[in-house]
T-cell receptor, first 114, second 116 residues
Framework: AQSVTQLGSHVSVSEGALVLLRCNYS??????LFWYVQYPNQGLQLLLK??????LVKGINGFEAEFKKSETSFHLTKPSAHMSDAAEYFC????????????FGDGTTLTVKP | EAQVTQNPRYLITVTGKKLTVTCSQN?????MSWYRQDPGLGLRQIYY???????DKGDVPEGYKVSRKEKRNFPLILESPSPNQTSLYFC??????FGEGDYGYTFGSGTRLTVV
């Protein structure tokens, strides 16, 4: 069975500082991993996805994530936080053996201080 | 504009009164899915559909029904709503779920349901 754990339900950084949001997954087969962002009162928007083509994935708004199989991790990073990055971020996993089933983490709320 | 449209955006209803939340996508996507979002619990999948007339249960299907008679529509039905179904609901669609290429779920704006 697949599962996702996001470490830290709240992360606070200063504007211009590094953003690091942690995601660990559990999957019995090679997973497909995603990061989504949710701004207040909106639906989720895809930030980036891991497809096995490359372990370092670049997404929108300057975010990137690195797939590390040995650590079963897919952490999201951004070198320099901007006020507009304040939102809730979700990591998600899909196993290709059960293509319809998707599992999301509990979410991490990012606060950016001026 | 490519989008997933949910209606209504807000709904307050009483226990036991059947309701339907509609979801429609204009992107000809194969996959559609319903989620509920509750504080501290992230998104939990209710039902998903891989194509017309093909649906399956997610992690929290109890108390819900779905149908996929047309590719573009995937309504969520609550036959007898209860207060524990008070939540924020999202519909999403995707052309496929994995592999290479352009994919990933496009989400609707959400339906906030309150059952009293």
């Amino acid at each position: 069975a697949q599962s996702v754990t996001q470490l830290g339900s709240h992360v606070s950084v200063s504007e211009g500082a590094l953003v690091l949001l942690r995601c660990n997954y559990s999957s019995s087969v090679p997973p497909y991993l995603f990061w989504y962002v949710q701004y207040p009162n909106q639906g989720l928007q895809l930030l980036l996805k891991y497809t096995s083509a490359a372990t370092l994935v670049k997404g929108i708004n300057g975010f990137e994530a690195e797939f590390k199989k040995s650590e079963t991790s897919f952490h999201l990073t951004k070198p320099s936080a901007h006020m507009s990055d304040a939102a809730e971020y979700f990591c998600a996993v899909i196993e290709n053996t059960n293509a319809g089933k998707s599992t999301f983490g509990d979410g991490t709320t990012l606060t950016v201080k001026p | 504009e490519a989008q997933v449209t949910q209606n209504p955006r807000y709904l307050i209803t009483v226990t036991g009164k059947k309701l339907t939340v509609t979801c429609s996508q204009n992107m000809n996507h194969e996959y559609m899915s319903w989620y509920r979002q509750d504080p501290g619990l992230g998104l939990r999948q209710i039902y998903y559909s891989m194509n017309v007339e093909v649906t399956d249960k997610g992690d929290v299907p109890e108390g819900y029904k779905v149908s996929r008679k047309e590719k573009r529509n995937f309504p969520l039905i609550l036959e007898s709503p209860s207060p524990n179904q008070t939540s924020l609901y999202f519909c999403a669609s995707s052309p496929k779920l994995f592999g290479e290429g352009d994919y990933g779920y496009t989400f609707g704006s959400g339906t906030r349901l309150t059952v009293v």
